[in-house]
T-cell receptor
Framework: NAGVTQTPKFQVLKTGQSMTLQCAQD?????MSWYRQDPGMGLRLIHY???????DQGEVPNGYNVSRSTTEDFPLRLLSAAPSQTSVYFC??????????????FGSGTQLSVL | AQRVTQPEKLLSVFKGAPVELKCNYS??????LFWYVQYSRQRLQLLLR??SRESIKGFTADLNKGETSFHLKKPFAQEEDSAMYYC??????????????FGKGTLLTVNP
């Protein structure tokens, strides 16, 4: 049982490049989300999904795209990287039961630098 | 809009001293609150949630709706409690559409 797996762990991009951060979970969780963590800003929600085929925007969605074609995978795409997207990115998933959100399980993070 | 405020970026205490990490929230609905912790080089993980009223690693947190607070407390801090602590608020907007909003975090250092 791997939990939430994020790849890559580290990435350096040049401004304007595109890339996809991968996130996979093997716990059959309906809910998946992406956060970015910046010093002094805490964790901010980028996008989230409550099930396959359903996605919605969080607090800071600009510059990022997501899709959820399967329950297991929730990739985050940067279409044209900018230095402001330098951050640590976390993927998280959870199971819902009786209308309540169970705890979030977090991936180990992706440290992204955009030059 | 919902908001979570953790007024202290840094908190330093000595081993054995009581510790309180403050969290205030703003939300018009019925709040569901959590404390998450990130130890050095480890993943973020749930510490406790108000709905389960449990005590984890000696930490407790009581939801005070009148003061809109969910402060995290421990009577005797240990060095291994040194970590970044995040307060989080769950909000729902119909069906299974819910979001978890985090505060900016408090870095707790417990000195020997």
């Amino acid at each position: 049982n791997a939990g939430v797996t994020q790849t890559p762990k580290f990435q350096v991009l040049k401004t304007g490049q595109s890339m996809t951060l991968q996130c996979a979970q093997d716990m059959n969780h309906e809910y998946m989300s992406w956060y970015r963590q910046d010093p002094g800003m805490g964790l901010r929600l980028i996008h989230y999904s409550v099930g396959a085929g359903i996605t919605d925007q969080g607090e800071v969605p600009n510059g990022y795209n997501v899709s959820r074609s399967t329950t297991e995978d929730f990739p985050l795409r940067l279409l044209s990287a900018a230095p402001s997207q330098t951050s640590v990115y976390f993927c998280a998933s959870s199971y819902t039961r009786d209308g309540y959100n169970e705890k979030l399980f977090f991936g180990s993070g992706t440290q992204l630098s955009v030059l | 809009a919902q908001r979570v405020t953790q007024p202290e970026k840094l908190l330093s205490v000595f081993k054995g001293a009581p510790v309180e990490l403050k969290c205030n929230y703003s939300y018009s609905g019925s709040p569901e609150l959590f404390w998450y912790v990130q130890y050095s080089r480890q993943r973020l993980q749930l510490l406790l949630r108000h709905i389960s009223r449990e005590s984890i690693k000696g930490f407790t947190a009581d939801l005070n709706k009148g003061e809109t607070s969910f402060h995290l407390k421990k009577p005797f801090a240990q060095e291994e409690d040194s970590a970044m602590y995040y307060c989080a608020l769950l909000t729902q907007s119909g069906g299974s559409n819910y979001k978890l909003t985090f505060g900016k975090g408090t870095l707790l250092t417990v000195n020997p």
